[in-house]
Every structure is written in structure tokens, then in C-alpha cells.
């Protein structure tokens, strides 16, 4: 039997037992493929990034460097087997600050033999986080390599390739804030619009593709229109009505909180959907959360973050554009917008558990007068990884996840979901099977609004 043929051996037959964690030994769940094909692709193209940069990484530090780079390739075959192999867990070995905490849990995690978990068999949050956290630690042990992103280049390239739809969300909100006046009727209008264009930014991940970048190039207004029909549940009347409210609020630390998912053409959209929200006042101040470390290939990192801006400002091709980036420039520089990159986003731990892991950081977000959740991972992260009913309400799912009032944007590209209609689920898979897991369809969920 092959190394490859080893996990299916391993696999169970069936979906996922419902209202628990996902766990990947389950073949019809989307754990599954994703632990057997698309983790030790993307560990692959992650060599192959290396790789095919090796000349400018000698380059830049000189010949010694080739050694940190055969010790990565390495390290990063050996990750690849052991998935495929199902071998057991091991301790972290950097210097890292999380790494105690990472040791722990594999403690915790371990049978009362010492016997240590598997990829198969546990939980599969757990296990997805833990294969990226390997990932990185390939590169902090080296000594050139320790803050290499291997996937930022293809991070921008995601970027710059979606220039022509950022040409048009750009020109659109430019024009939109030159005008002399405008009346409530037009925000409550139009709010939606921007919103469903950071909605639907979330399609372009990189992850799905191994950093492959996915071009966006139709007008994202007339798709927020086109798609409609793709929204499982849109609960953005709700978020307008609350947003619109909070006009009368005039207090000086209306907080926005928007924890991160996409670099790219989804960051963008949601730099976009910020400026608007403080542009008309809604909000006061936005703390962008991010990754302290690369993560799940395309997840914000603070250079993401700090470079696209400064493309948008400098080098994009478009004058639109170029005066929306000054525009993110300055409130940078003026305190108003803030990028942050707390610990607790790249651990293996749902948002239930921030209250009592890290107090400060769910004090923080108490601050709030919003939280906006993007994407895939930050969903399953809100409603546990659990494999719910799918008409468990969104707020039962979110459990004591409650800091302030709560939107959630997300494609699904899981076997996780929740909120939804009665019947719904049953009638889309009887024409499209794989709907959970492909990013074409989408849901807006609020809690406590």
C-alpha cells in the first residue's frame, strides 16, 4: 500500500456525527481532503516557492543561506510524510513565545499512556492549525529564514492581478466621497453594497489554490447584484439598521473591529468597506486584526497589510486609487486605523475559548461598538468547528462568544455552517453537491443586533 492510499485506509465512510468537532478521519467530510490533498500540496508549493527563489534568498544573505534552504526543503518533506503517514504529534521545537502553549496542548491532547494525537484522529481544528504552525516553524529554525513568507509574493501578485475591480470599487467610492452631501437615504442605500463587496472578496483565497493568484476583474458593484441569489442568509438590513443608529452616537471611540482572513483582493475590499464606515462617521476608529505569522498561505500579515497600502498609494496605475491610498495612509498616521496582530489568531482555539485564554484581548474587543468576522476559518472558528444542524441558530452556534455586537461575512468553503432556512440545506445539495466547500455561495450572520 502506498503512502498515499494510507489515509483512506484509515478513513471512515461516512459524514461527519452531527453537533461535534469535525474530525478528518470522516471521507465525506471536507476535513478529510483537505488533511490527504490539499495540506500536502500547499507543504509542496511551498518548496516549490523556495525553490524558485533561491537565487534572490543567496542573493540577499550570501552562499550560506543554500544550507538553510535544504534544511527547510527538508523539514517540509518530513511534515508532508508524516500527514500522510498519519504519524504522531510532536512537540514544537523554536523559541517562539506560543510555543508553550502549543506543547501543552499536545499534552493535553495526549492519552494517559503519553500517546500522542494523529492527524486522523483529532480534532480537526486543532490539527489544520497545528499543520501550518509546523509549516512556519520550518523557517523560524533557520537562521536566514526565520521571517520568510513564501507566500507573499504570491500574495501581491493576487493583488496587483485584481487591479481592474479595484479600479472600479475605488473610482465608485472616490467619486462617492467628493460629493458635497450625502443624505441618509443614500447610505442606507448603498451601505449594503460595500459590505457585500468585502462579503465577496472572500472568494479569493489562496489557500484553495496553493498561492495561486485568483484574478478578479468583474465590476464588484454589478456582482454584489448578480450574486444575490447565492446568499444563504443575508441578515445586512440588520447591520444597515444598527450602523445607521449608531449615527446619533457622537462619542469620539466608536470602535470598529475587523478580524482579518485574505490578503490581496479581499483586503482591499475590506480597507473600502472601513474607509466608508469612518468617512460618514458610523465609526471613529478601526483596529484591523491580523497575523503575527504567514498563515493558511494567504492570511494577513502586518507586511501584507502595510504593503498594500502602500501599493495602492504609490504604485497602482490607477489616480483613483492612488488618492483612496493616500487616504489609508493618513489614517494610519493619525491613530484612526490600527493594525494589530494578537497571539490568540494563530492558535489552534475557537472564539468561545478568548474569555478565558486571553482576557485583555476579549476586554479589547469589548471596546467595540462592532466586530466584523471575515471568511472561512474565522466562521468556524465562531461557531466552534462544530458540524451543526444547519438550522442551529447562529447565535446558539457562537455560544458565549459575546464581547459586542457581531457581523459575520463568509464564503463557504466548509463543511460547517449554520442559520440556516429549514429545507434549505436538503434542497441546494440535490443540485450541488459540493456547495458547502467551493466558495460559491455565502451568508451574512449578526448576533446581538
Known sequence: MTIENELIRLSVDDFPPRNKPLIAKYLRSFAFPVLSKLSPFNISKTGSYLEGNKNSILQKYGADAEKDITSVLTKLNTLRKEILSNAPFRELISDNVDVQIWNKLLEDYSDEDGKRPTWMFTNWLYCECYIHRRLFEAFETSIYLKTYDPFY???????????????????????????????????????????????????????????????????????????????????????????????????????????????????????????????????????????????????????????????????????????????????????????????????????????????????????????????????????????????????????????????????????????LPEGLAESISKNDPDWLKIGKYAVIHVDGI
Open 153 to 419: 509574493e504570491q500574495k501581491m501578485k493576487g493583488l496587483v492581478s485584481c487591479e481592474d475591480a479595484m479600479k472600479i470599487l475605488g473610482q465608485f467610492l472616490i467619486n462617492y466621497f467628493n460629493k458635497s452631501e450625502v443624505e441618509i437615504k443614500n447610505l442606507r442605500e448603498d451601505l449594503p453594497k460595500i459590505i457585500k463587496c468585502a462579503l465577496w472578496g472572500n472568494r479569493c483565497d489562496l489557500s484553495q489554490t496553493g498561492g495561486d493568484a485568483i484574478a478578479q476583474t468583474e465590476s464588484p458593484l454589478k456582482l454584489v447584484d448578480s450574486l444575490q441569489d447565492l446568499m444563504l442568509v443575508d441578515e445586512s438590513s440588520k447591520a444597515v439598521d444598527f450602523l445607521c443608529n449608531s449615527l446619533s452616537i457622537t462619542n469620539d471611540d466608536k470602535i470598529l473591529d475587523i478580524i482579518l482572513d485574505n490578503a490581496g483582493y479581499e483586503l482591499f475590499t475590506d480597507l473600502c468597506l472601513a474607509d466608508y464606515l469612518v468617512t460618514y462617521k458610523f465609526v471613529n476608529i478601526v483596529r484591523f486584526h491580523g497575523k503575527a505569522i504567514p498563515w493558511f498561505v494567504s492570511d494577513v500579515t502586518n507586511q501584507d497589510f502595510i504593503t498594500t497600502i502602500d501599493y495602492i498609494a504609490n504604485k497602482s496605475t490607477c489616480e483613483g486609487l492612488k488618492e483612496l491610498g493616500k487616504r489609508w495612509e493618513s489614517y494610519m498616521k493619525s491613530g484612526q486605523w490600527k493594525f494589530e496582530c494578537e497571539q490568540f489568531w494563530t492558535l489552534p482555539f475557537h472564539f468561545g475559548q478568548i474569555k478565558l485564554l486571553d482576557i485583555e484581548l476579549y476586554n479589547k474587543l469589548s471596546q467595540s461598538l462592532l466586530i466584523i468576522s471575515k471568511g472561512d476559518l474565522n466562521y468556524r472558528k465562531l461557531v466552534g468547528d462544530v458540524f451543526w444542524e444547519p438550522t442551529v441558530p447562529f447565535s446558539q452556534a457562537v455560544g458565549n462568544f459575546k464581547p459586542s455586537k457581531l457581523i459575520a461575512l463568509r464564503t463557504l468553503k466548509s463543511d460547517i455552517t449554520c442559520g
